[in-house]
């Protein structure tokens, strides 16, 4: 779907929001006395900030006067370290940026043209009237730029890196898809219908993730894994039912991590197979390499298992054995990351 003109920030710098959720905090509560507390601007710039706070999540309108949500109460209690942190994890969980940083992500260290983001932006956003098209653009721009997460080489917008305080980017939207291809409207638009044909089986997943990620052996498996994406320069994702998910080398992979005992890995690997095969039909991404992720070495009962993973259904298997993770030799120049 196109991200509404309502969604799209207009604020300039993400350092006068960041001011914005610390003035309601002090009290400020309408658009002129937010404005006089971060620079005295006039209200419609007020307007302005405070809009982009909401549609980070830390604000919301509550008859006429602007309250903190619970990210804003928990942003504007934190020190100015953590804050910076809080605020990057927020706009990273926005529709919008999530469209632009993948994007240039996709684009490797080549990056894109302004007029290439420009082209991009403006066919999956409503930026509104075409005489504000380059200066929401530029906007955008530059938050990335100041936040660390892009920078400029030569006269081209180049993706940096993931922030230590972001583990990874989680897509809230179900219909958002992971691994775009094309990067225009209509493969969005392709997606929200595909997902919305199949929110059922979306919705029973998300409920299962919910009770598994409730697991500390199971939030370890993802943590452990993230981080050796991002220290091979990727971005590790996930949305409210795929555990996580990287694009490597030109290469897509989907994870699913599951807690094991010596009584049931028989029984959570089915589940996991099933819900890889479903992941990958319901992202619309048929070449993904699928990798199951479990928390320990298989039983020698069930080692028959690990051929039938790897060449009856052609997936990866990942396990943790001491605090590394191990897979079976023939696959492991697949799995080169984890190293």
């Known amino acids: 779907m196109k991200i509404p003109s ?8 993400p350092e006068r929001v960041m001011a914005t959720i610390d003035a309601v905090a002090r009290g400020a509560h ?25 549609v980070l999540g830390f604000m919301v309108r509550e008859s006429g006067q602007s309250v903190l949500t619970a990210a804003g109460k928990e942003f504007a209690s934190a020190q100015p370290p953590i804050k910076r942190g809080l605020f990057v994890r927020a706009v990273l969980g926005n529709p919008l940026f999530q469209r632009l940083f993948a994007y240039l992500e996709s684009r490797g260290n080549m990056g894109a043209a302004r007029s290439d983001v420009i082209k991009f932006l403006a066919d ?24 660390a997460l892009a920078k400029t080489v030569g006269n081209r917008l180049v993706f940096d890196k993931l922030p230590l305080a972001v583990p990874l ?43 598994e990620r409730a697991s500390t052996s199971h939030e370890t498996l993802v943590s452990m894994m993230a981080e050796r994406l991002r220290q091979r320069g990727t971005v590790p994702k996930a949305n409210r039912y795929v555990d996580l998910s990287a694009r490597l080398n030109e290469e897509d992979y989907l994870f699913e991590m599951k807690s094991t005992t010596e009584d049931n890995p028989h029984s959570q690997i089915r589940r996991g197979i099933s819900q890889l095969y479903e992941y990958r039909y319901i992202q619309n991404v048929e070449k993904a390499k699928l990798v199951l992720v479990i928390e320990n070495p298989l039983p020698k009962k069930n080692q028959w298992i690990e051929d039938y993973l790897l060449n009856d259904r052609g997936v990866l298997l990942v396990w943790d054995g001491d605090g590394k993770f191990h897979c079976p030799p023939s696959i492991r120049r697949q799995l080169e990351f984890l190293s």
């Open 30 to 54: 309408d658009d002129k006395t937010i404005a006089t507390a971060i620079g005295d601007l006039d209200p419609r710039q007020g307007r302005y900030y405070r809009r982009a706070a909401e």
């Open 124 to 147: 999956v956003a409503d930026l509104g009237a075409d005489s504000m098209v380059k200066r929401r653009v530029s906007s955008y721009m530059g938050w990335l730029e100041k936040l």
């Open 6 to 13: 309502e969604d799209v920030i207009q604020a300039d710098t």
């Open 169 to 211: 980017v989680h897509y809230e939207a179900d219909d958002e898809p992971i691994f775009p291809n094309r990067y225009d409207l209509k493969e969005y638009q392709e997606q929200a219908r595909r997902v919305a044909s199949k929110q059922e089986a979306i919705e029973y997943y998300v409920d299962r993730a919910k009770r």
